[in-house]
């Protein structure tokens, strides 16, 4: 190989190993299958993992960090977002969902799945979770008659958002 090819091919080669790196799970290092991006600011491979490896890491890391395992990344802080917060949101309310229904986490849990599926569009399953944190506080059978018999889903939704925002709020 000349000097000549050697220059014009470095720079494509140094970007297949740039590729390649940004789609290695932060956690096991594997490539297959792709991991998903984690939405914070990590950017490299530092921000891409499998959703199974992250729970993993999540459930390792509960008893020593918290409940901010499940929505906050521990190199950068910031918050995960789309696919990846979902996920977790998800595997932190199956993982409480047995236990009281006035536990402090199985609340918590259970709020932070009906925001990140409010913020995701889907206000058909985050009215269910908006009910069951309405139940809680006692203002399930008055609220949760009243949400059920309004008309389409969109109108739930929109009349929902507003109590989400005020339960957020009190957070």
Not at 33 to 52: F, K, Q, W
Not at 95 to 121: F, I, M, N, P
Not at 132 to 156: F, H, I, Q, T, Y
């Amino acid at each position: 190989m000349t000097l000549t090819q050697f220059c014009y091919l470095m720079p494509l080669m140094q970007a297949q190993d740039e590729e390649a790196e940004a789609e290695m799970c932060l956690i096991c290092l594997e490539t297959r299958p792709p991991p998903i991006r984690l939405g914070c600011a990590c950017r490299g491979s530092s921000g891409m993992a499998h959703v199974g490896c992250m729970i993993e890491n999540a459930v390792r890391q509960r008893p020593t960090r918290g409940a901010i395992v499940w929505s906050r990344c521990q190199t950068c802080h910031q918050r995960y977002t789309k696919e990846m917060l979902t996920a977790l949101a998800h595997e932190w309310y199956s993982q409480v969902r047995e236990q009281q229904s006035d536990s402090e986490e199985k609340l918590l849990a259970t709020c932070h799945l009906q925001e990140c599926l409010r913020v995701d569009g889907r206000s058909g399953e985050s009215s269910v979770r908006l009910c069951e944190l309405l139940d809680v506080a006692n203002l399930g059978p008055r609220m949760s008659g009243s949400l059920a018999s309004k008309g389409s889903e969109s109108e739930r939704a929109v009349s929902l958002e507003p109590r989400t925002l005020n339960k957020r709020e009190s957070y």
